[in-house]
């Protein structure tokens, strides 16, 4: 399935259906990927205890936080060649918002089961 498409979204909430509860990693989170191929590209997560319940292109109302970054660093984080947590530091992923909620979900991106996860969906992209 070709990245950043709602099949690409589909089935990252699919595999999501098996990681381990997150208490308090809950949010309303939009992305905004700048530079693809065929211009930006927005997308959506509603995520409750760690868990990805919702997942679209385009935007969604009252985001907790809205995370921006440019679709080289997009890739290379789905690619497994960057750290989502080492984007954020060094400023090359832009976050508004809600910081705590932010910070929450964060510590889930260095799970084994999160891992997994990121693999399975890597494993099935069209990058």
Same mark, same amino acid.
């Given at each position: 399935?070709?990245?950043?498409?709602?099949?690409?979204?589909?089935?990252?909430?699919?595999?999501?259906?098996?990681?381990?509860?997150?208490?308090?990693?809950?949010?309303?989170?939009?992305?905004?990927?700048?530079?693809?191929?065929?211009? %930006?590209?927005?997308?959506?997560?509603?995520?409750?205890?760690?868990?990805?319940?919702?997942?679209?292109?385009?935007?969604?109302?009252?985001?907790?936080?809205?995370?921006?970054?440019?679709?080289?660093?997009?890739?290379?984080?789905?690619?497994?060649?960057?750290?989502?947590?080492?984007?954020?530091?060094?400023?090359?992923?832009?976050?508004?918002?809600?910081?705590?909620?932010?910070?929450?979900?964060?510590?889930?991106?260095?799970?084994? %089961?999160?891992?997994?996860?990121?693999?399975?969906?890597?494993?099935?992209?069209?990058?």
């Amino acid at each position: 399935m070709k990245y950043l498409s709602q099949e690409w979204l589909d089935e990252a909430r699919r595999l999501s259906a098996g990681q381990p509860d997150h208490p308090g990693a809950t949010a309303r989170v939009q992305w905004v990927v700048k530079g693809a191929p065929g211009g %930006e590209v927005k997308y959506s997560w509603v995520l409750e205890n760690g868990h990805l319940l919702e997942s679209h292109l385009g935007t969604i109302d009252d985001p907790d936080f809205t995370l921006t970054l440019s679709y080289a660093d997009s890739t290379a984080v789905h690619q497994g060649e960057l750290d989502l947590n080492v984007a954020f530091m060094q400023g090359r992923m832009k976050a508004d918002g809600n910081m705590g909620k932010l910070m929450a979900l964060l510590p889930i991106t260095k799970s084994p %089961e999160y891992a997994k996860l990121q693999l399975a969906l890597r494993d099935a992209t069209e990058f």
